[in-house]
């Protein structure tokens, strides 16, 4: 491989949706360079963020049944057992719910955790609080997605944020998907919960670092109850 193609493929695609705010970017740091040069180089700066921020890196995820991997990049926020939205019609008692949550600077490309069939489709409109506390996934707008698997139904709800104020969907109902396809992506520092089906057992911990479509949150086929974490 040569140099050139080495630094090319080191360089992850940007997603569609980030093209008009790259290029507004790109366009106001222009005119401030016009303006007053050290402007200029503090919206080259913001380019280049807002680049990154809609990058979409290839990703490989693991495709043997009963694995549930991240939907989001991001810090493992919480792990509780929450009852879930009404809204996704998952039932009236606490489900395991894994919350992972996105700064400014994670990749903001959604991926489904499981494959199996999009049953429903939720938007509810909300505030805009820290998408950290546990109150955003009750207060904040939102959108979910119910997906249908062998192994039961699985809740994935996109959560806007503080900064957040735009959440977008590429699926709809009654399609099929695969593990990892992306499914939608939210602008600018969010949050994503995953209510998996009673009895599941997280095999991750608060504090760790997900890998959208990669990291393992969860697999049916174990029989353990889960594993404690430590950090250093």
């Known amino acids: 491989m040569s140099i050139s193609n080495s630094i090319r493929a080191q360089i992850p695609?940007?997603?569609?949706?980030?093209y008009p705010f790259i290029g507004?970017?790109?366009l106001a740091s222009l005119v401030l360079f016009w303006v007053w040069s050290p402007f200029g180089w503090i919206g080259t700066a913001l380019t280049v963020w807002c680049a990154l921020f809609f990058r979409d890196p290839v990703r490989t995820t693991p495709v043997r049944d009963g694995?549930?991997?991240?939907?989001?990049d991001g810090r493992i926020s919480m792990i509780a057992q929450v009852l879930p939205p009404a809204e996704l019609g998952l039932g009236d008692r606490p489900l395991p719910r894994i919350s992972i949550f996105m700064s400014v600077f994670n990749c903001?490309?959604?991926?489904?955790?499981?494959?199996?069939?999009?049953?429903?489709?939720a938007y509810r409109p909300g505030k805009f609080i820290n998408a950290?506390?546990?109150?955003?996934?009750?207060d904040n707008e939102r959108n979910s997605l119910v997906?249908?698997?062998?192994?039961?139904?699985?809740?994935v709800t996109q959560i806007a944020g503080l900064v957040a104020r735009r959440i977008v969907t590429f699926v709809r109902e009654g399609q099929t998907i695969g593990a990892g396809?992306?499914?939608?992506?939210?602008?600018?520092?969010?949050?994503l919960d995953?209510?998996?089906?009673?009895?599941?057992?997280?095999l991750v911990g608060e504090g760790q670092t997900a890998i959208a479509g990669e990291t393992i949150l969860a697999d049916f086929r174990l029989s353990d109850q889960g594993r404690t974490y430590r950090g250093s």
Not at 13 to 18: A, F, K, N, R
């Open 13 to 18: 695609t940007i997603h569609p949706e980030g």
């Open 24 to 26: 507004g970017f790109a």
């Open 67 to 72: 694995i549930v991997v991240a939907p989001a």
């Open 108 to 121: 903001h490309v959604n991926r489904s955790p499981v494959a199996g069939r999009i049953d429903r489709i």
């Open 132 to 138: 950290e506390l546990d109150k955003a996934s009750e």
């Open 147 to 155: 997906i249908s698997t062998a192994n039961g139904r699985i809740g």
């Open 181 to 191: 396809e992306r499914f939608g992506l939210i602008r600018f520092g969010s949050r």
């Open 194 to 202: 995953v209510y998996l089906p009673e009895g599941t057992a997280a």
